[in-house]
């Protein structure tokens, strides 16, 4: 009798094909860089200063008074009582805390919940680019098939106000499967504030093919003067077909606290805490509680027009540094991040290597100071759109800014 194993013809694969294409983030790598070379790391959006110490006690308190089982699945009552208490005047309506929010976990469950939720396997959805690299992920695991339409900036543009959607372009795009439209302002990478007339626009394009919108707002209190923030969701028609996230992230400097929000008409919020049941099920009781009291002490506190001005600052510094050593920036109108313009840097690329990622290479290898590169904002076939450009971040203490500052005078050299 043979004693060998029996010829097996089944490979273990495990993988689904659905994540198989998927790579380490941009982030993931850029920040690994940046920690084996000793490089300041301008690239990933953190804040690497300590939260409000208002956010910090109410979290303290929270775990002290041992709430420590499951929240309510679509959302602690106090935080969500605490978002329609700040929102409704935002949304020029009041918002039923109990049927109109959905609290997740960060905004990128409310991005995943979200598509799960409202994407059919077939489904397309408009991306615009750059867009936030979650955003083609939870299209293509909800079965959905990503359609992009580039922001389009004129030769030698220097501001995100300039980056504009060419609205024929978008209509093109559109077919008879378009369900859903992703929106993200302020924008990442970009740091575009999509005007009034600009989501207008949209909005017209939006109603007339019966579209959903998911407004991705989480830089909303980071918008600088005489740019404002005007939400989607409040145009004429909107209401009932957007769902608008935010992230308590973002808002309170606290990115590792993953807590957010959606913010949608009763049926939307409905089909999203469908998801959400069985995505997290639940968001973790103590971080809520520490929000809802942050968001209650916010206007008290004029937090939020602090946060704005604390971020002007720091804009106004980088983009200062950035001009003097020769990379030109587009000045953002919100979020916390500056695109430039790398095209006078002598960078030669391999055929076929992407000059975005090769430069970002060399400013933290090299100058010390790391990027990100923006090439994965956008699909593969606009992805030559990035060449000459790079992202930066200003979410940074002074003393690591002035350490960039210091550095970034190397490039002058290079001219
Ligand atoms: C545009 C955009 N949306 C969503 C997120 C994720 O938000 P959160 O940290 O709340 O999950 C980010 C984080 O960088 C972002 O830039």
Redesign the pocket.
């Known amino acids: 009798m043979s004693t060998s194993q029996p010829a097996t013809s089944t490979h273990y694969d495990p993988v689904a094909t659905r994540v198989r294409g998927f790579g380490a983030t941009v982030f993931a790598e850029f920040t690994a860089l940046a920690n084996a070379t000793g490089a300041v790391n301008l690239g990933q959006?953190f804040p690497n200063f300590a939260a409000p110490d208002f956010v910090k006690a109410a979290a303290q308190q929270a775990i002290a008074a041992d709430l420590n089982q499951y929240a309510r699945s679509a959302g602690h009552p106090r935080l969500v009582r605490a978002l329609a208490q700040v929102y409704s005047p935002l949304f020029g309506r009041t918002l039923d805390p109990m049927t109109e929010i959905v609290v997740t976990v960060?905004?990128?469950e409310g991005?995943f919940a979200s598509v799960q939720a409202l994407v059919d396997p077939g489904d397309e959805v408009i991306l615009i680019e750059p867009f936030?690299d979650?955003y083609p992920a939870a299209v293509t695991m909800a079965g959905g098939v990503p359609v992009y339409v580039p922001l389009r900036a004129p030769e030698g543009a220097r501001s995100a106000a300039a980056w504009t959607l060419d609205l024929d372009e978008l209509t093109a795009a559109i077919t008879p499967r378009t369900k859903l439209l992703i929106l993200?302002t302020p924008s990442?990478p970009v740091g575009k504030v999509f005007n009034r007339a600009e989501l207008s626009a949209l909005a017209e394009i939006v109603c007339r093919f019966n579209l959903t919108v998911l407004s991705?707002e989480?830089y909303e209190w980071m918008v600088y003067p005489p740019a404002e923030h005007v939400r989607i969701a409040t145009l004429p028609g909107m209401w009932e077909r957007t769902v608008t996230l935010g992230?308590a992230?973002?808002t309170f400097s606290v990115?590792g606290w993953?807590i957010?929000w959606a913010i949608a008409p009763p049926p939307l919020a409905h089909a999203i805490l469908m998801a959400h049941q069985w995505i997290p099920f639940a968001v973790s009781t103590p971080m809520q509680e520490a929000i809802a009291v942050a968001l209650e002490e916010s206007q008290p506190r004029n937090y939020f027009a602090w946060l704005s001005a604390m971020y002007q600052a720091k804009r106004d510094c980088l983009l200062a540094v950035l001009t003097d050593v020769g990379l030109p920036p587009m000045t953002p109108d919100g979020s916390y991040f500056i695109i430039v313009d790398t095209g006078a840097l002598p960078i030669a690329t391999s055929p076929g290597a992407r000059r975005d990622i090769a430069v970002c290479r060399w400013l933290t290898q090299e100058i010390g100071v790391a990027a990100i590169p923006p090439s994965p904002f956008y699909s593969a076939p606009h992805q030559s759109l990035t060449d000459n450009l790079a992202r930066f971040t200003f979410c940074k203490t002074d003393e690591t800014l002035d350490e960039a500052a210091h550095r970034l005078q190397r490039i002058k050299s290079v001219h």
Do not use: L, R
């Open positions: 959006g960060g905004a990128t991005i936030y979650s993200n990442n991705d989480v992230s992230g973002k990115t993953k957010g």
